[in-house]
């Protein structure tokens, strides 16, 4: 069995190859024809020596991940120039570009780096944004995602989301002989970071609004069990081990409370913790299953999948009552997840060429697929609501996948070897 639906809680062991190590690598598989032109020149190294990281090819590659830029090659570029003062304008012009960033990296004083970053509009002919940071050999790679925060939210006016976090699940080994691990990274897989191994599947990892802890379902004790983790020190409580499903955790806007998914009282229904307290409320009293709750933004509710209409649907509840379908476009849509601004609803729907990520306005109710993979699952969206992170399969290993927005830039970040699964980006970490 293939795919991981948490509404079925099904424990499939994933048959991999060895794994040496848990970085991802991106590789485009559908570039935006429409994005802007935009020239990342190599930052001018003035430090006497070799630099850890090439900051410009950071900024290149977060900023082709968004679908909003495409970077120019840089065998094509016309000049390498440190500033703005060294920019001619009419070159790069002639050459396309809409937007350049030119920088210089220089010894520091206290032996880490000064850096030195500019955005030029070209076509206007001004300076957009200049500003000079720092950073230790070990910080060099986080100073390039806030380069490309900060220009990706001069030019679009959308707060940039490269600085942010992944969780995802990996699979090392064969048969019987399976060792899960949970791990966080950077936004595009590099500084993977080991945060959990077993030998028992481990599942659905959330994270809790500050960033902080994550919460996890994990079979160590040979029934699952929702645990949460607190990232900095390591320390972690198990909430929940009832007999049965203990599934789909998700944390409420304010991290007090954890809806999720438990069979304790017969058949999967939604469930929310006071986390403080540990008491319980049950939401949901139907006969079918319902499971995957993902809270509005404001907390008064929360979408979750249900087949109490005899396929999976994506269902609205109101904690002050009332329950409302939201899915009517083909006959499975599951593991619903909302923009910041709770107008648009991504999930999984499934139409003739198997299971893709797609987007619903909730205002109109149009619903478009964004991908074209046939075994996507576990989507999770930026806290910008400009890309989706999700789980599919290419060839005979999982993957991840990212997917803009509106669909037309797709990636792929598969780690060198071996399966990858059940993403999920965290919120803005500061």
Known sequence: MRRLTT????????????????????EITKGNDSATPIAIVPFENLTGGSLPQDLARIVSDDLARSGQFEPIKRDNLVALPGTTQDVFVNDWKRLGASYIVVGQVKSASNGGYSIQYELMDVLGNKRMLGEVITGSNG???????????????EITGIRGAFSTKIAYITANGVGDNIRFALYVADSDGHNSQEILASDEPIMSPAWSPDGKKLAYVSFESERPAIYVQELGSGRRAKLTGFRGINGAPAWSPDGRKLAMALSKDGQPEIYVMDIASRQFKRLTNNPAIDTEPDWLPDGSGMVFTSDRAGSPQIYRLDLSGGTERLTFTGNYNSRGRLTSDGETLFMINRSGNGYQVAKQDLKTGRVTSLTETQWDESPSIAPNGTMVIYATQQGTRGVLGEVSADGRAQFSLPSPQGDVREPAWSPYLN
């Open 7 to 26: 509404w079925m809680m099904a424990a499939a062991l994933l048959v991999v190859t060895s794994m040496a190590r848990a970085d991802l690598t991106i």
């Open 139 to 153: 910080e060099l790679r986080a100073r390039g995602h806030y380069i490309s925060d900060e220009v990706f939210e």
